[in-house]
C-alpha cells in the first residue's frame, strides 16, 4: 500500500516537474491559447497550424539533424525545399496532363506520391553531393572553426543553388493548383482542401517512421551516437564519413519532401525557400539546436505563431512577431526551449 | 605572444633604416598611415582611374562607385568578422537603416543629402550597439544568427511600416548633385571608402586591433589576460554599424530610390563574399578586390543576358573554393608573394655578401 503511495507521488513530482519545465510551460501556454482562439475566432487558426507545422517539423528536423551529427548549419536547407518543389512540379505536370487525356482513378490519386518520392530520392543525392563535393574536402583540410566555415561554405552553396536554378529553368513561378481534383473536406466547420489534410498525414506518418528509424534500427542508433559523442562513436566502430553521408542525404531529402508537398501552396521559383528556411530555423532555435524530438512540437508552435499574427495582426507581419520571439528565446535560453543533447553546443 | 615574434623583423627593418633618399621617407610616411608603398600606390590609382581613358566613360563609372560601394562595405564587414570572429549576418539591414534615415530626413524635412548622410550614421550605431549587447553572450555562429535575425526584423519592419518607408513601392530621395554626371559621385565614394579604411586600419593596428584578435581566437584566453569582452565587442559593432549607416547614406542618395530589397540577406552576401574573398583580417582585402570582381560581375550581366544568374553562381563558387581551398584569400596571396620577395632578396645579398 505504501509502495504503491510513494510511486504514485514519484509519478505525480515527475509529472509536474516536465510540466514546469521551459518545454511544459511553452506547449501548455501553446495549448490555452490555441483553444482561446479556437473559442474566439473558430477553428480557423488551429487547423491552419496543424496542417503546415508538420511539414516545418520535418524542415526543421533536418536542419537540427545536420546540426547534431555534423556540426554543420546548413544555410541552404531551404534550397532543398526549392529543389523539391521544382523535382514535384517536373514529375506532376507530365503526369496530369497524361491524366487529362487518358482518365484513370489510379494513377490519379498516387500520381502526386510519384512526384513526392521523386524529389525525396533527388534531394538525397544532392545531399550526397554535398557532403562529398563541399564538406568533405573541408574537412580534410581543417576542422578548426569547423561551425563558422561551414556555415559560410552553406552560405555559398545557397547562392549558386538559386541563381543556378534561375539560369536552368527562369524565374517564372511554376505551380500547381491541386494535386487531387476533389472537393473540400468539411472538419468542424472549416473547409479544408484534400492536399492539406494528406499533407498533414504524411507529415506525421514520415515523422513517425523517422522516429522509429531512429531510435529502434542500427544505423539510427548510430547516427545518434555519433551526434552525441563522435570519438566515442568512432571507438565502437562506427564509420563516421558513412554516416555523415547518410546524415546529409536524409535531411536534405527529408527538406525535397516538404517542399514537393507543399508545392500547391509554394510556386517554384528560384527563392521559394527562404521562408522554409526561416521558418525552419525559427523552430530550431525554438526547441534547440540539435534536438530532433523538440522540432515536431516545434514546428506546430511556430506554425501557430505565424498563423496567429497573421489573423490577428495582418499578413505581412508573421515574419516580425515570430522573429522577434524568437530573438527572446535566443537572448533569454540559447540552448532553446526544450535543451539540446548536442554536448558543447556553445564551446564552439 | 606568437604575434609579437611576427611583427618583430618588419618593426625592426623600419626602424633601422636610415631615412636618407626620397623612397625611405616615403616608405615610413607610409607605414604611419598603416600601408606600405603598395597601398599607396593603390590609393593613388584608384583616384586616378576615371581619368584613364576606358574608365571615364558613364557605364564604366558606375561599375567604377558600384565597386568602391561594395568594397568599402567590405571593409567595413572584415573589421567584425576578421577580427572579433562574429559574422554580422544582418549587415545590409544597418546599410538600409543609414538609407532609410538619410533619404527621409531629406524627403520629410528637407535637410541637406550631406547633412543626412551622418545623421544616418546615428540610428544605425545605436541599433549596432543593441545588437552588440544582444549577440553578447552568445558564441560564434548564435551571434551570427541572431545578428541575422536583427536584420530579419528590421527588415520585416521597414516593409510593414508603410506610412513612413512605402515599403516595396520605393522610397524616392534626392540625389547629392544636380548633374547626370557619374564623376562627381565616384570622388564622393571613393573619398568615403578612403575614411573608412583608414579609421578601420588605425583601430585594428591599436592595442584595441589586439583586443579584437585574441577575443576572436579564444574568449577565455583573452578574459584572463584582462580584456574586457563587453566592451570590446559592442565597441566592434557599434562602429561597424555606424560606417554601414554612413555607406547607406551614399547609396540612398546615389542611387535616388530605396525599395527594402537593400536589406535582404541577399545583399549581406553579396558583402560577405567580397570580404572573405579578399582575405579575412585584412581590412584591405575586401576593399581592393571589389574592384576587378564587380568589373567581372557587372561584364558577365550586361554581356551574358541570355545567362541570367551566372555572375551570381560565380560569386557562390569562388566563396566555396576561397573557404575550402585558400582561406588566406587575395591578402593571403600578396602576403605569400611579399614573404618569398624578401626571401629572394636576403638570399641574394647573402650570395653578394658572400
Known amino acids: ?85 521544382l523535382v514535384g512540379y517536373f514529375v506532376f505536370t507530365p503526369i496530369s496532363s497524361y491524366l487529362a487525356d487518358h482518365p484513370q482513378p489510379l494513377l490519379s490519386a498516387v500520381g502526386p506520391f510519384i512526384g513526392i518520392i521523386a524529389a525525396m530520392l533527388i534531394g538525397a543525392v544532392l545531399g550526397v553531393v554535398l557532403e562529398k563535393l563541399v564538406f568533405h574536402p573541408l574537412r580534410v583540410r581543417t576542422k578548426e572553426q569547423w561551425i563558422m566555415n561551414t556555415f559560410l561554405l552553406t552560405v555559398g552553396v545557397s547562392v549558386i543553388m538559386i541563381n543556378g536554378d534561375q539560369l536552368l529553368f527562369g524565374t517564372n513561378f ?81 527538406a525535397a519532401m516538404a517542399g514537393a508537398s507543399l508545392l500547391f501552396m509554394f510556386p517554384s521559383y528560384p527563392t521559394v525557400g527562404l521562408k522554409p528556411l526561416y521558418i525552419a530555423w525559427y523552430v530550431v532555435i525554438l526547441v534547440g539546436l540539435g534536438n530532433v524530438a523538440g522540432a515536431l512540437v516545434g514546428g506546430f508552435l511556430v506554425a501557430m505563431i505565424q498563423s496567429l499574427t497573421g489573423f490577428y495582426i495582418g499578413q505581412g507581419w508573421d515574419d516580425v512577431i515570430p522573429t522577434a520571439f524568437v530573438m527572446l528565446i535566443l537572448l533569454i535560453k540559447p540552448s532553446g526551449l526544450f535543451g539540446s543533447e548536442v554536448k558543447g553546443v556553445h564551446e564552439q | 605572444m606568437s604575434n609579437n615574434d611576427k611583427k618583430s623583423p618588419e618593426v625592426d627593418t623600419v626602424y633601422k633604416l636610415e631615412p636618407t633618399g626620397p623612397m625611405d621617407r616615403l616608405r615610413r610616411l607610409s607605414e604611419t598611415f598603416g600601408v606600405n608603398l603598395h597601398g599607396l600606390i593603390v590609393i593613388a590609382l584608384l583616384f586616378a582611374l576615371p581619368l584613364i581613358p576606358p574608365f571615364g566613360r558613364e557605364d564604366l563609372l558606375r561599375w567604377l562607385i558600384g565597386a568602391a560601394l561594395i568594397g568599402a562595405q567590405a571593409i567595413a564587414f572584415d573589421f567584425t568578422t576578421g577580427y572579433i570572429n562574429v559574422v554580422n549576418f544582418g549587415f545590409a539591414a544597418f546599410l538600409g537603416v543609414g538609407a532609410y534615415t538619410s533619404a527621409l530626413l531629406a524627403v520629410n524635412f528637407g535637410i541637406s543629402p550631406w547633412i543626412g548622410t551622418f545623421l544616418g550614421v546615428l540610428p544605425a550605431a545605436l541599433l549596432g550597439f543593441i545588437t552588440g549587447i544582444l549577440t553578447l553572450r552568445l558564441r560564434g555562429i548564435f551571434a551570427a544568427l541572431m545578428s541575422w535575425f536583427v536584420g530579419l526584423a528590421l527588415l520585416g519592419l521597414t516593409r510593414n511600416l508603410t506610412g513612413l518607408t512605402r515599403g516595396p513601392m520605393g522610397l524616392n530621395s534626392p540625389t ?35 583586443a579584437f584578435r585574441a577575443l576572436g581566437q579564444n574568449i577565455e584566453a583573452a578574459q584572463a589576460s584582462g580584456i574586457n569582452p563587453t566592451f570590446y565587442r559592442v565597441f566592434n559593432f557599434t562602429i561597424q554599424c555606424a560606417f554601414a549607416g554612413w555607406l547607406g547614406g551614399f547609396y540612398a542618395h546615389y542611387y535616388g530610390i530605396l525599395t527594402p530589397q537593400i536589406m535582404q540577406t541577399s545583399h549581406t552576401v553579396e558583402v560577405l563574399a567580397i570580404a572573405y574573398i579578399g582575405g579575412r583580417g585584412s581590412i584591405w582585402g575586401g576593399g581592393l578586390t571589389a574592384f576587378p570582381f564587380i568589373f567581372l560581375i557587372e561584364y558577365m550581366r550586361s554581356n551574358l543576358t541570355n545567362l541570367p544568374g551566372l555572375h551570381l553562381v560565380l560569386y557562390g563558387l569562388l566563396l566555396i573554393l576561397v573557404m575550402i581551398f585558400y582561406p588566406g584569400g587575395v591578402a593571403g596571396v600578396y602576403a605569400s608573394i611579399r614573404a618569398s620577395a624578401r626571401r629572394f632578396r636576403q638570399r641574394r645579398a647573402a650570395q653578394s655578401a658572400a
Open chain 1, 174 to 254: 511554376k505551380g500547381i493548383i491541386n494535386y487531387w481534383k476533389a472537393p473540400p473536406l468539411d472538419i468542424f466547420g472549416v473547409s479544408i482542401s484534400v492536399e492539406r489534410v494528406v499533407v498533414f498525414v504524411l507529415a506525421m506518418v514520415v515523422m513517425a517512421g523517422f522516429w522509429y528509424f531512429m531510435r529502434q534500427t542500427r544505423i539510427g542508433r548510430a547516427i545518434r551516437a555519433v551526434s552525441q559523442d563522435e570519438t566515442g562513436a568512432q571507438m565502437v566502430g562506427i564509420e563516421l564519413d558513412r554516416i555523415q553521408v547518410l546524415t546529409m542525404s536524409l535531411s536534405s531529402a527529408l
Open chain 1, 1 to 85: 500500500m505504501g509502495q504503491l503511495a510513494s510511486q504514485r507521488t514519484r509519478v505525480w513530482h515527475q509529472m509536474v516537474g516536465s510540466l514546469t519545465s521551459a518545454a511544459g510551460i511553452t506547449v501548455l501556454v501553446a495549448l490555452v491559447i490555441a483553444v482561446i482562439s479556437t473559442i474566439y475566432s473558430g477553428p480557423f487558426v488551429l487547423i491552419n497550424s496543424v496542417v503546415t507545422g508538420g511539414m516545418w517539423a520535418l524542415m526543421a528536423v533536418g536542419l537540427s539533424l545536420v546540426f547534431g551529427v555534423m556540426n554543420v548549419v546548413n544555410f541552404a536547407h531551404g534550397e532543398f525545399f526549392m529543389v523539391g518543389t
Open chain 2, 176 to 210: 547629392y548633385f544636380e548633374t547626370a554626371s557619374n564623376l562627381p559621385y565616384y570622388y564622393v565614394i571613393a573619398i568615403m571608402m578612403m575614411v573608412t579604411f583608414f579609421v578601420l586600419r588605425y583601430i585594428t593596428r591599436s592595442n584595441i586591433g589586439l
